[in-house]
């Protein structure tokens, strides 16, 4: 038997106060119905239709061909959205899930249950519900006297008996596919809203007889909808909390869930630590045996089992094992790191490609360069690698040194083994094993300071 979703994912979200379309808006780094859609995947649906509106071809750029999609161009309610499919829908035998685009809590394992209990009770519709305390917002559940649900009542139309009732309905249903579109055909918009509902459909099936089953969801928190931003963040931070629960349970010890910021599709090994103010962003993937933080910043990064990167930040950075990152380090996108390399205080990195043991101590800039193995580079260093209109490349060989406050003047390359003396400033390549020093020579004038300090106090006292 076919499964297929139905995605409502046409609304504006005026609520949201944004030029950006609701379900576009992210929670922990993905947006609200890339959630969805990953949900309904796990739960062995096998084809996914998205119901876009306005916002349509933003939904569709960001979705791209993970789904079908129908165009709902005037928005007349939910059951209005869901017949826009019947074209592509209506003659396939299955069971057809329908849930929100804004409900980003919603799991795979909980549509997977729910669907279960539906095929095996042979339900014409069955209703994921929870229980909400206040129940504010949501459509009530009202059932029969046996314990089946008999209709479901939105907000605005419900008697104070029904508008009592904590039993919501989460907007999150499956239904026989024929059914369903049976249904839709003989919804009204008689109501306070004017609008076709799809909880309408559920009425409809009880009065013609059919069986009509109920889910409830033991997490009220997969019944969230978004529809402000006060809402998007205590999604977000529902999120979160799920998200540290799961890495604690496969091993990772953080120290303080409540302020480490973990995003959807971040990775993390077994035995590592990870401290607070810690942020793991895109698609980071952490090693085992790790210590991150406090207060890191890691976007789309890999980290090595071993490494420890502590106040720093890092973005699109490619980071070995046995590394020591930071404190207050930057690893700009296209940076390199091999096993077991120093990154220290005040250094940042970009395109830079960092061999085997190599140390960058403190307070240093390198970028768009090639640096060899068990190589230093020391206090103050810096390549000169853009002219205003182009950038060029340093290259430093293996075992070569860089002392402090040196300037190499891209294009440039350092031999294998090159000592380059403290306070340089290089222009010209240096051969390997050489010893390069490009400094003005010192002088020293005796007795000159005195003069230099009367000169400068006759000057004060002029002014």
């Known amino acids: 038997m ?3 979703a139905i995605v409502l994912a046409a609304g504006q979200g005026k609520r949201m106060k944004s030029k950006l379309y609701k379900v576009l808006h992210p929670v922990c780094g993905t947006p609200m119905v890339s959630h969805v859609l990953k949900a309904v995947k796990q739960a062995s649906c096998e084809r996914a239709v998205v119901i876009v509106g306005h916002g349509a071809e933003a939904v569709q750029a960001h979705l791209g061909d993970a789904a079908e999609y129908v165009l709902q161009a005037e928005q007349l309610g939910t059951g209005h959205a869901v017949l826009q499919a019947e074209a592509q829908l209506g003659g396939v035998d299955g069971t057809t899930v329908i849930v929100c685009g804004d409900t980003p ?5 909980t549509l997977e249950e729910m669907i279960a209990l539906h095929e095996r009770e042979g339900a014409a519709a069955t209703v994921m519900t929870a229980d909400m305390d206040p129940p504010t917002g949501y459509g009530r559940v009202i059932r029969g006297e046996s314990g089946e649900v008999m209709r479901i009542v939105e907000q605005k139309d419900c008697s104070p008996a029904e508008a ?3 039993e919501i309905n989460t907007g999150t249903y499956c239904f026989d596919n024929r059914k369903l579109f049976a249904a839709l055909a003989q919804v009204t918009n008689n109501n306070a809203q004017g609008e076709y509902y799809l909880t309408d459909v559920i009425g409809i099936l009880q009065n013609q007889g059919d069986r009509v089953s109920a889910y409830k969801a ?8 978004v529809n402000d931003r006060v809402v998007l963040a205590e999604a977000e931070r529902l999120m979160r909390r799920r998200i540290a629960k799961a890495h604690m349970l496969n091993g990772v010890t953080i120290i303080d869930p409540e302020h480490t910021y973990i995003e959807a599709d971040v990775t993390i090994g077994a035995d590592t630590v990870l401290y607070p103010g810690t942020m793991l962003r895109g698609r980071t993937a952490i090693g085992e045996g790790c210590i991150i933080g406090p207060s890191a910043d890691l976007k789309d990064t890999t980290v090595g089992s071993g490494t420890t990167v502590r106040q720093s930040t890092t973005d699109e950075a490619e980071i070995g094992e046995a590394c020591s990152i930071g404190p207050f380090a930057y690893l700009r996108p296209g940076t390199k790191l091999a096993d ?14 960092v061999g085997e043991g190599s140390k960058i101590p403190h307070l240093s800039y390198v970028g768009d360069a090639t640096v060899g193995s068990n190589v230093n580079i020391g206090c103050g260093a810096i390549t000169a690698n853009y002219d205003g209109y182009n950038k060029s490349r340093t290259e430093i060989g293996d075992d070569s040194f860089i002392g402090s406050n040196a300037n190499l003047i891209a294009p440039v390359t350092i031999g294998k083994g090159a000592y380059v003396v403290a306070g340089s400033t ?4 240096v051969g390997d094993n050489d010893m390069a020093i490009a400094r003005e020579r010192q002088v020293n004038k005796p007795g000159y300071a005195e003069k230099l300090r009367a000169r400068a106090r006759a000057k004060k006292e002029r002014n």
């Open 340 to 353: 077991q390399v120093k990154v220290g205080d005040f250094v940042e990195l970009k395109n830079t490609t």
């Open 218 to 225: 033991a997490d009220h928190a997969e019944a969230i909808g």
């Open 2 to 4: 076919t499964r297929i």
């Open 164 to 166: 009592a009732v904590r």
């Open 426 to 429: 290089i222009t010209n390549n």
């Open 105 to 109: 809590l919603v799991t795979g394992n």
